[in-house]
C-alpha cells in the first residue's frame, strides 16, 4: 500500500511569511496528488489538484509542485484567514489522505 | 450549484449497524465520469477514506474498512447509502460525502459533514 508521509505536522508562522508543506510517497504516483485547506468546524475545501492546478477561485497566493513521490505546497505571503490544517492526498491508488498539518499564526 | 448533505443518527452503540445517507444536487450520477465518496474524520485526527461509488455502479473501499461497509446509490432520488456494522467508539467521527467528477480524482465539492459518535 501506498504511504503518505506529510511534513510538518504543525507550523507557526507570520503574516506575510513563505509557507511550505511537503508530502512524500512512498512510490511514484506520478502527479496524481491534490491539496486541501480544512479550517475548524469546517469540511475540507479543494485548493490544489493534479499536484499543480489551482482550483478556480482559489487565490494565487497558494501553490503546489512536485511530481513522482516528492511534493511541495507552498503560501507565498501568509494572510491570517490562512489559519487551517492542510491536507495532501493521493489517488494512484484507493485515496489516501496525508496526516495533516497545522498552520498557525505566530 | 452542487451541494450534498449527509444525514444520519448522532448517536448509536456499539456493535449496531450505521446508515448513513447523502443527499446531493447540481450534478447527475449517471453522467460519466461522477463519483460520490464517504471520508470520516475522528475528532481532532485526519481525514480517512472510506468508500467511492461511481457512475456505472462501480463500488471502491477501503482495504481495512471494507469487510464493514457497503455503499449503494439511487440516482433517481440523487442518494447515496453507506452502511457499517459492528460499530465501535472507535468509529466516532464526522463523517462527509464528496464529490469527485472524474472517477479517482480530487474531491471538488464536500457536504457540510454529520457527526456520529458510538457510545452506549
Known amino acids: 500500500d501506498i504511504q503518505m508521509t506529510q511534513s510538518p505536522s504543525s507550523l507557526s508562522a507570520s503574516v506575510g511569511d513563505r509557507v511550505t508543506i511537503t508530502c512524500q510517497a512512498s512510490?511514484?504516483?506520478?502527479?496524481?496528488l491534490n491539496w486541501y485547506q480544512q479550517k475548524p468546524g469546517k469540511a475540507p475545501k479543494l485548493l490544489i489538484y493534479?499536484?499543480?492546478n489551482l482550483e478556480t477561485g482559489v487565490p494565487s497566493r497558494f501553490s503546489g509542485s512536485g511530481s513522482g513521490t516528492d511534493f511541495t505546497f507552498t503560501i507565498s505571503s501568509l494572510q491570517p484567514e490562512d489559519i487551517a490544517t492542510y491536507y495532501c492526498q493521493q489517488y494512484d491508488n484507493l485515496p489516501l489522505f496525508g496526516q495533516g498539518t497545522k498552520l498557525e499564526i505566530k | 450549484q452542487v451541494t450534498l448533505r449527509e444525514s444520519g443518527p448522532a448517536l448509536v452503540k456499539p456493535t449496531q449497524t450505521l446508515t448513513l445517507t447523502c443527499t446531493f444536487s447540481?450534478?447527475?450520477?449517471?453522467?460519466?465520469?461522477?463519483?460520490v465518496s464517504w471520508i470520516r474524520q475522528p475528532p481532532g485526527k485526519a481525514l480517512e477514506w472510506l468508500a467511492l461509488?461511481?457512475?456505472?455502479?462501480?463500488?471502491y473501499y477501503s482495504t481495512s474498512l471494507k469487510t464493514r461497509l457497503t455503499i449503494s446509490k439511487d440516482t433517481s432520488k440523487n442518494q447515496v447509502v453507506l452502511t457499517m456494522t459492528n460499530m465501535d467508539p472507535v468509529d466516532t467521527a464526522t463523517y462527509y460525502c464528496?464529490?469527485?467528477?472524474?472517477?479517482?480524482?480530487?474531491?471538488?465539492?464536500w457536504g457540510q459533514g454529520t457527526m456520529v459518535t458510538v457510545s452506549s
Open positions: 461509488i461511481d457512475w456505472d455502479d462501480d463500488k
Open positions: 447540481g450534478f447527475s450520477l449517471s453522467t460519466s465520469g461522477m463519483c
Open positions: 512510490q511514484d504516483i506520478s502527479n496524481y
Open positions: 493534479d499536484a499543480s
Open positions: 464528496a464529490r469527485t467528477t472524474s472517477g479517482f480524482h480530487a474531491f471538488d465539492i
